[in-house]
């Protein structure tokens, strides 16, 4: 997945173990057409939108009319008009209203946690934004992923735990969410391929899944919502009752298709047309008055997980692919990466020099292909045709001609380089208002550099702030950029640059970034870890308060106190060598003091195992558990010596007090020292034996991988319990637990999968 590219590429530089992100070979099959579902239900109109963005302008269709016509007059040659006639796109775009029935609101309060209950929940970044994740728990019960197979499990008493009931997905489920009753489980869906509503679509595209439980009583989920969006997964975010889905849908327009992103209800497809109302989903798109070369639907969809009966509402927006993703309670802020080409700089300058010298007749040529619409040529077309006729000119020359103007060519050329520097590499950023079922686009900005992941941005007070790496540019005139180095930018609500803080650590790149409060904590390396605290109390004018110069690095940065004054880095130990080069080690833990920034200090550090040894903590911080109240922090790892055997393989568990960590001991989930079954899911690589998550309840540490679900005493990590979890099967079934043990056993009595709602189920895209 985008976010974790970087983090793998650092892996690969120390010859860590290599995460990936894996893709599915989709074989999707062409089939006639389908009817929708139509019911009825009230919706409201769309009104005119353009939003001013600095360079460009956002737009609204007003209509799927003109946005047919956007779609073949921009790089889509299978783009067929005369579908308009057809009656498909003739009336206005809708969008639905957020009426709620109140017949369908479901909730109750049998499976809330009860007041006195002291429970950890998913390490989010932003409070109030819970993330989505493999397991859950609202204090009495623990609702686990393991590969196809979820578990629900009762937690309450500890010693008692076990696995209640059973919901097994032929599609693996990525994520879930869980609020008050219900349960939201999604995931890319590779079932969909062999239903018959399938075999009607003619468009190529992944589906994925959107299935919501009624958990009013966990031995018995019952299934209340069966979506599937045309797309694949990006992620999710739940804010109060509402999911907030992110999809992405490649652009493949096909005549007789629709024109937007279908969404499917309980198995049927849902209408886009809703002139006449009715239960249909036809969102708002909008789009850039800039020339498109390509661009994909970014699909941002509000779900009421509560209420099932109240309709979904989204809008679609034709971006290119989006890498990183922060959400605060207000706002999604999409990302990406914008390379500039230096082979279209050339031809820039090319064209520039060159045209001047041409015959009016080939000059007039050169202007018919630049003014030609973008439906017959796009523009990487029309440079290429304009290149011709530069050529042909150029080899027209003698020798000495030529060499002289490749020599201005070249000169030009690197003027052009460094005036456009900090565009050769930049991060584009879209910001879109949420609040209940409203969604709404905000702005658009751009900062100089690329960004690590979610850590990197930050909101606060109505200011955007984001630390970026620009990369080492090298040219093919023979010269390279300046180094590389780290920048801090705060934008304010319109994403428009207010304070910047540039050249920080060049040389070096980010590794880790926290935002707390009006502070930023970053750390660059290459050879030796600085971390910097950078103030943000005046937006306009970041300053560094004061930096620490450490052997090794972290990767992830978490808050040890409310003040976020002393931070935990978890990283690994480096050693510099008499050559100057840099030995990888073991996995760091580290503690530093920033109460006086112009003196950071690390109190603590504590390393271990060998330069082989590794913890998903160090790229997923949802696997990442601290709490201060109780002193308590658990980091998966799986541990190996200074030969790379394995030495262990589980969950460690620390105090921290007084200023230093403690080990207080070690959850194994090796099974005796071996690996289970390789297990390579959403990036990560796993083992059935790979400590994944950890959370408490009360004085019970739970600790879980694909195999155990362990219990141990918070006081002395004495095992109380140890549920062994299976890992799924080939048949979506809900299956009560009959025995008090997590291990499956036969249910007493269940019906066959083809009986119950959603029996071909879907799951994640990254499913292998």
């Given amino acids: ?19 990936s992100a894996c893709t599915l070979p989709w074989k999707k099959p062409v089939a006639p057409d389908v009817t929708p579902i139509v019911e009825k239900t009230e919706v409201a109109t769309t009104t005119e939108t353009s939003i001013s963005t600095g360079t460009s302008k956002l737009k609204k269709f007003n209509n799927y009319d003109e946005l047919a016509e956007f779609l073949a007059a921009n790089n889509n040659p299978t783009a067929d008009l005369t579908r308009v006639s057809a009656g498909f796109l003739k009336s206005e775009m809708m969008t639905q209203s957020a009426a709620v029935s109140d017949s369908g609101s479901q909730s109750s309060n049998s499976s809330q946690p009860n007041n006195s209950l002291d429970y950890s929940t998913t390490n989010n970044q932003v409070a109030g934004v819970d993330e989505a994740d493999i397991i859950k728990t609202d204090g009495h019960y623990i609702y686990a992923l393991v590969r196809n197979e979820l578990s629900v499990i009762n937690a309450s008493p500890p010693a008692e735990a076990k696995v209640v009931s059973k919901i097994v997905f032929k599609s693996r489920p990525q994520d879930i969410f869980i609020s008050g009753d219900f349960l939201a489980v999604f995931g890319g869906d590779n079932q969909i ?239 879109i208002g949420i609040s209940g079922g409203q969604i709404e686009y905000r702005a658009l900005g751009e900062v100089s550099g690329q960004v690590l992941n979610q850590f990197s941005m930050d909101e606060n007070n109505n200011y955007f702030r984001i630390a970026t790496t620009r990369s080492q540019y090298s040219s093919r005139l023979g010269e390279s950029s300046a180094d590389s180095y780290s920048s801090i930018y705060v934008l304010d609500s319109n994403l428009q640059t207010v304070g910047k803080l540039e050249n920080l650590a060049t040389t070096e790149k980010i590794y880790a970034a926290r935002f707390i409060g009006n502070r ?41 106190d409310l003040n976020g004054t002393k931070l935990i880095g978890l990283g690994r130990e480096t050693e510099e060598t008499t050559a100057g080069n840099v030995t990888v080690k073991g996995l760091k833990l580290s503690l530093f003091d920033f109460s ?67 080990l207080l001991g070690k959850i194994d989930h090796s099974a005796g020292g071996h690996y289970g079954t ?14 994944k998550r950890s959370l408490y309840i009360n004085d019970a540490l739970f600790t879980f991988s694909n195999k155990f679900l362990k219990i141990n005493s918070l006081t002395d990590l004495t095992e109380i319990k140890s549920l062994e979890l299976s890992a799924g099967g080939d048949d979506y079934i809900i299956t009560p637990m009959s025995e008090a043990s997590g291990a499956s056993s036969t249910p007493a009595e269940f019906p066959p999968a083809s009986t119950v709602p959603g029996a071909t189920t879907t799951a994640s895209s990254t499913a292998d």
């Avoid at 230096?342 to 007749?361: F, N």
């Avoid at 930023?520 to 030796?528: A, M």
């Avoid at 910097?532 to 972290?554: C, E, M, N, Q, R």
Wanted: with cysteine; proline share 4%.
């Fill in 1 to 19: 997945m985008p976010k974790k590219t970087l983090l793998l590429s650092l892996i690969l530089l120390f010859s860590v173990a290599t995460l």
């Fill in 678 to 691: 390789a297990d390579y899911w959403d990036g990560y690589s796993y083992y059935d034996n790979t400590a």
């Fill in 193 to 431: 391929y062999a239903q018959e509503i399938y075999q009607s679509f003619r468009r190529q595209n992944a589906y994925t899944f959107f299935k919501v439980f009624d958990i009013s009583d966990p031995a018995n989920p019952k299934q209340v919502r069966d979506l599937d969006f045309e797309g694949s997964y990006r992620d999710a975010r739940l804010i109060g009752d509402y999911v907030y889905f992110i999809t992405d849908t490649y652009n493949s327009y096909i005549a007789g298709e629709p024109l937007v992103p279908r969404v499917l209800d309980s198995g049927q497809a849902l209408s886009s047309t809703c002139e006449a109302s009715g239960k249909c989903f036809a969102p708002a798109v909008y789009y850039f008055d800039i020339a498109y070369d390509s661009y994909n639907f970014t699909n941002i969809t509000a779900i009421n997980i509560k209420n099932n009966a109240e309709v979904i509402s989204g809008q679609a927006y034709l971006l290119n692919s989006g890498q990183n993703l922060y959400v605060s309670q207000d706002n999604i802020y999409i990302t990406y990466t914008q390379y500039l080409n230096e082979y279209d700089l050339e031809q820039d300058v090319k064209r520039e020099l060159i045209y001047p010298l041409l015959s009016a007749e080939v000059q007039d040529k050169i202007d018919k292909i630049e003014a030609t619409p973008s439906f017959i040529l796009n523009s990487q077309e029309k440079k290429t045709k304009v290149a011709q006729y530069l050529d042909r000119y150029f080899n027209s020359l003698d020798s000495a001609a030529q060499i002289a103007l490749n020599a201005e060519i070249d000169t030009k050329l690197a003027e052009k380089i460094n005036e456009k520097a900090k565009d050769m590499e930049k991060t584009i950023i879209h910001k």
């Fill in 596 to 662: 006086d920034p112009a003196k950071p200090k690390e109190l603590d550090s504590y390393i271990l195992g060998g330069g082989g040894s590794d913890s998903i903590a160090l790229y997923d911080h949802k696997a990442f558990l601290y709490s201060a109240a109780k002193n308590l922090l658990v980091i998966p790892a799986a541990l190996r010596d200074s030969n790379n055997r394995l030495d262990f393989a589980g969950a460690l568990v620390f105090t921290l007090k007084d200023d230093a960590f403690t």
């Fill in 520 to 560: 930023v904590y970053l750390v660059t390396f290459k050879q030796i870890d600085p971390l910097f605290v950078i103030s943000l109390s005046d937006p306009t004018k970041p300053v560094v308060l004061g930096a620490i110069k450490i052997p090794g690095f972290s990767n992830y940065l978490h808050p040890a």
